[in-house]
């Protein structure tokens, strides 16, 4: 219903046949059409911007709906029709589009526009509208379809939930296959039986030919044919229904999980939402963990706290907002979480030190234009699209109308969710309202044309929506001083300096990205030389620098500027430094066309466009550099060690430099005081296999050992070449934490890769970000995080937190128990069904292997579907373990779990031995009683019937761990339901649905007093076993889990009780077996 609600909404395309737009549903949209969008319309397929209301050729874009990010992004009209965007009329478009194939990058575009007269641009990302996005804060766009349908990069990257299989789940199809071989043996040893009594009797039988139907057939031929009646019959034995149960119960387990309210952050109003519902029992069994550092392990909330200008360290702490100085000329006074620093204001306004205070402006300059900010003020549309008088054209003179047919974002019945999972509701965008003092003023331009700020202030609202945290807090850091950013368009950008304004001519801005590790703002000055801005990581800007003179001032400056930003490191700052370059005119031109012609498609473009763009960003001049707080999230330190405690390697793959990495782990417990750091930080390969050597030869490792290790020596490590990863990570098992600094995206999914295969173990990744979506896709668990940087990681991932503290809770209690009750569902379905078949195949001796069956037809369908059906769902969805409340607190008794001892590779044969004794002892105990009777077959099928299921249904009496009124409702159903439908059947139903009648049996057996005597020995004697294995371990052997319960009992108290109203459940804990215990009233906890 959704996919056909998107593809009938309409939309306007050109048609030249008209000359005019007209209504087109989503579905008839083809590449090369001519759209015409107008504010708060959806973007019917990717188009290429050409045409925008906003007279700067831009227009705003929400792609909430894409990627979950709710900062708007901007769009610019493609080259060459920015220029003459007055001139664009779609009956006289004649330029050719080429563009690359369709690709599931939504951040990546390369194409090249070629006009009439020969002039070929390129484009970009930059002039890209997207499917799903929403246009915002613009009148109208027209723009040409590229890309259409299932071509589109929406619909590429909508490939619906990825299916993974679990461990657990791996192993029970190998027991599957098993019982397939069990089976099989089962029907071949039935069929050989047979042949050998029909050899006995094969001569008599040639006597009665005329009386029995195909006597005069050889037993070789009978024995075929009894093969394929004993697979009839006995096909219990194969658990089919076992995959549908798992479903149900794995549903159940996620409802729960999705309902706890301790995992439910009130702040952001988000719960826990399982995205994929087939790996819940790999929760139990993770034994590494990788996380990212930013957004994840902190808040991603920065703050401004330090910076250096030319060597000069300015401290901002933390403290309330600084009020408006009355010895200092009077300037923009934010009330932000900046304080403005008081050196640093008279370094501003010193006329001593003039190339000081000019390094000053201009550091602080820098932070106010060299970012995406975006100045939002609240938008009015003054414009609609507008409709003919029989509403079904838009003419090219575009005025104002309303289109009935359109898809709005903010229509209730039409948002986009084409077979999308449902997530969590997005969080706050990067949004900065700042209420701000500011002088009333008179805009003009740069060019001594601004007024003088009056002396009367207002107060007025700047709204600042940035793509990340870091360059918020830097343009709320430029905005305490005086330097705010007023407003941005691609080819300028205003900037309100002291009250004056000034307008910069903006001609390049070169966007951050995770290779370059830096930005850059081309601008021309007013004397005409063109100054590059740029702003990135300290290893990229650094030594990007110009050459200096040794023993120079600005040498000196640079020494003191890099062991500031050593120093704001180790403190656990995030770190970035401001560079400059100077070009004359002719030399910016000279690499504008060359970068131009490297930004073809061809081969190598990428190439090419990497070194085009080193090329300008180098020769710099440094300014300063900035130490930014991003605060450890609530309770990290807690929850990293409560992870460690439960034998879970912890590896933290972070893009920050080792220093602030080192401090964020030690703030957040990853590595303690006493630890010895081992630091792998290599320059080449060599030296990367040498080191790695030297610390295995030396015997390091351990507790009380933890290992640094970085980019550059990452790249070595898992270059498959050089044979490094097995050596690394034999390493890395030897040490107690792991921290990867300087990782870029791709490095973070092959460490992932590299751990799940060489190790073998059950891996989990946890980030909040897109540059985390590969290795939260590698893992075999894939945890996103609802933070500061979109939703693309929980998008991508199979569980959805808001608090890293959370997958404490998810794996330590949620992921013991799924894990727990879903493999002891598992192996008490193989031992019911094996049970069933055993007793059924014991009955061949006594009919010479006939394949005849001595239980009711309707029994032998309604044992699986209904008697025994409820039992198995209880014990997956609401059997536990544990109390949550022990599990969380005894973090180490996670390790049960996740060495799998609730299933192991026998565990399938001990339970098909275990099914084999039951059996023995329920059909031959029934056997025996009624030997030499006149008991027909009927009844004695209706006997061994019973005690098999009485016998299974008390079973999963002694195995459940915590009772509710849930597990008590299913085991009686489950008997009343065999009793009630077998007395209503049996006293109705005569010869009915092509059965045999068994009319009044059930009356007739219930009469005798064997019946119900050998209901009682036959469970005693079949779970005798069970109860003394149970005893003895809980006297001589406890299990860890067992001893921890029991430290808490309270003798005077057999057990405890508990109820949640929520859920209607009392759970009572007592002492069972190895992993069941008893509970004292005093350590009664909620559990949800």
């Known amino acids: ?341 008081r050196r640093l204001l008279q370094h501003l306004n010193d006329t001593n030190d003039a190339q000081h205070t000019q390094k000053v402006r201009e550091f602080l300059l820098i932070l106010a234009v060299c970012n995406t900010v975006v100045v939002s003020q609240p938008h009015v549309d003054t414009m609609q699209l507008s409709m003919s008088n029989s509403g079904e054209e838009l003419t090219n003179n575009r005025k104002p109308s309303r289109s009935n047919g359109t898809l709005r974002s903010n229509d209730k019945y039409a948002r986009l969710t084409e077979s999308r999972s449902t997530t969590p509701s997005p969080p706050p965008s990067t949004v900065s309202p700042l209420k701000i003092r500011l002088p009333k003023l008179t805009f003009g331009s740069r060019d001594d044309n601004t007024s003088e700020p009056s002396t009367s202030t207002e107060q007025q609202i700047a709204r600042f929506e940035a793509e990340s945290p870091d360059e918020l807090a830097l343009a709320e850091a430029a905005l305490a001083y005086g330097y705010e950013l007023r407003s941005r368009s691609p080819d300028e950008v205003e900037v309100g300096i002291k009250g004056e304004v000034s307008r910069l001519k903006v001609l390049r801005v070169q966007q951050f990205d995770s290779n370059r590790k830096c930005m850059s703002v081309a601008m021309r000055t007013p004397t005409g030389q063109v100054v590059l801005y740029v702003k990135g990581a300290d290893s990229t800007v650094l030594g990007a620098l110009a050459p200096m003179r040794a023993g120079s001032a600005e040498a000196a400056a640079c020494e003191r500027t890099r062991a500031l930003i050593s120093e704001y490191s180790r403190a656990g700052l995030r770190t970035l430094v401001m560079a400059k370059r100077t070009m004359q005119p002719a030399l910016w031109e000279e690499w504008l066309a060359s970068h131009t012609r490297a930004s073809e498609i061809g081969e190598g473009r990428d190439k090419r466009i990497r070194d085009s763009l080193t090329r300008l960003e180098s020769a710099l001049t440094l300014v300063g550099a900035t130490g930014v707080e991003d605060r450890l999230q609530e309770d990290v330190p807690r929850t990293v060690r409560a992870l460690l405690d439960a034998g879970i390697i912890v590896w933290v793959l972070t893009g920050d430099k080792p220093e602030t990495a080192i401090n964020i782990a030690y703030s957040a417990s990853l590595f303690s005081q006493s630890d010895r750091l081992l630091h792998l930080m290599s320059r080449d390969k060599e030296h990367a296999e040498s080191t790695i050597k030297s610390y295995l030869e030396g015997g390091v490792g351990g507790a009380g050992r933890a290992l640094v290790v970085d980019g550059r020596t990452l790249t070595y490590i898992l270059d498959r070449r050089s044979g490094l990863v097995a050596p690394f990570l034999c390493l890395a098992r030897r040490c107690s934490a792991v921290l990867c600094c300087r990782a870029t995206p791709l490095q973070k999914a092959c460490i ?64 013991h128990w799924c894990y727990d009750r879903l493999a002891r569902m598992i192996l008490y379905f193989f031992l019911k069904n094996a049970t069933f078949v055993f007793m059924v195949f014991w009955y061949q001796l006594y009919c010479g292997f006939s394949a005849t069956v001595m239980i009711d037809q309707l029994h032998l369908m309604a044992y699986n579907l209904m008697f025994t059906a409820l039992p198995p769902i209880v014990i997956g969805a609401y059997d536990r373990v544990a109390p949550a409340s022990l599990l969380g607190e005894v973090a180490g008794l996670y390790g049960a779990a996740r060495r799998g001892l609730a299933y192991r590779p026998h565990s399938y044969w001990l339970v098909l031995a275990e099914s084999l004794y039951i059996s023995l002892v329920v059909f031959f105990s029934v056997a025996t009683a009624y030997w030499d009777s006149a008991v027909d077959i009927w009844s004695f099928g209706l006997c061994c019937m019973t005690c098999c299921l009485v016998v299974m249904l008390v079973y999963v009496a002694i195995e459940t761990r915590s009772w509710t009124i849930i597990q008590v409702f299913a085991l009686t159903g489950s008997l009343m339901s065999f009793f009630l439908l077998t007395m209503v059947y049996q006293t109705v139903c005569r010869p009915c649905l092509g059965m045999p ?92």
Not at 777 to 803: I, K, P
């Open 752 to 815: 992932v890769k590299a751990v799940k295969e060489e190790l073998g173990v059950t891996t989990l990744a946890i980030g909040d970000g897109a540059n985390d979506v590969s290795m939260i896709q590698t893992a075999d668990v894939g945890v996103g995080l609802s933070g500061q940087e979109g939703m693309q990681a929980v998008m991508a991932s199979d569980f959805a937190l808001s608090r890293f503290k959370f997958i404490e809770r998810l794996l330590l209690v949620h992921g």
């Open 1 to 341: 219903m959704s996919d056909k609600r998107i593809n009938n909404s309409f939309c306007r395309v050109y048609k030249k046949s008209a000359e005019r737009y007209v209504k087109v549903k989503w579905r008839d949209v083809r590449v090369g059409d001519l759209v015409h969008l107008s504010n708060n319309e959806a973007v019917p397929a990717d188009m290429v911007l050409l045409h925008s209301s906003n007279p700067m050729g831009i227009c705003y874009l929400d792609t909430c709906n894409l990627d979950g990010e709710t900062n708007l992004k901007q769009r610019i009209v493609a080259p060459g029709f920015r220029e003459k965007r007055l001139d664009f009329n779609p009956m006289k478009f004649r330029s050719s589009i080429e563009v690359e194939r369709p690709s599931t990058k939504i951040y990546r575009f390369t194409g090249t526009i070629s006009h009439p007269n020969g002039e070929r641009v390129p484009l970009n990302s930059e002039n890209l509208l997207l499917r799903e996005c929403t246009i915002k804060n613009t009148d109208y766009v027209e723009g040409i379809v590229v890309y259409a349908g299932h071509e589109t990069k929406a619909m590429l990257n909508n490939g619906g939930p990825r299916y993974k299989c679990s461990g657990l789940e791996k192993k029970m199809n190998t027991d599957v296959i098993w019982c397939v071989l069990v089976l099989l043996f089962l029907c071949c040893v039935g069929a050989a039986c047979y042949k050998v009594w029909l050899d006995q009797y094969f001569p008599n039988l040639l006597r009665y030919t005329l009386f029995i139907p195909q006597a005069d057939k050889p037993p070789a031929y009978e024995g075929l044919q009894i093969f394929w009646t004993y697979i009839i019959i006995l096909q219990v034995m194969i658990p089919i229904s076992l995959y549908v149960t798992i479903e149900m119960t794995k549903l159940l387990q996620v409802y729960h999980i999705h309902q706890d309210i301790e995992m439910y952050d009130p702040e952001t109003n988000i719960r826990t939402e399982c995205r994929a519902l087939n790996i819940t029992e790999e929760l139990g069994q993770i034994s590494y963990l990788f996380s990212d550092k930013t957004g994840t392990l902190t808040e991603n909330k920065m703050v401004f706290r330090r910076c250096t200008v030319n060597g000069v360290d300015y401290d901002h702490p933390p403290g309330p907002p600084a009020e408006p100085s009355t010895e200092l000329p009077p300037i923009v006074t934010p009330l932000t979480q900046v304080s403005p620093n």
């Open 997 to 1088: 009648s068994t009319y009044g049996v059930m009356m007739n057996t219930v009469k005798d007093p064997t019946y119900w005597l050998l209901l009682v020995l036959t469970t005693v004697a079949a779970l005798a076993p069970r109860l003394s294995y149970h005893a003895i371990r809980n006297s001589v052997r406890p299990g860890t889990l067992r001893r921890a319960v029991a430290a808490r009992r309270r003798p005077r108290l057999p057990y405890a009780a508990h109820y949640r109203s929520a859920h209607a459940q009392a759970h009572v804990y007592r002492s069972t077996d190895e992993d069941g215990l008893q509970k004292s009233s005093a350590d009664v906890a909620a559990v949800t």
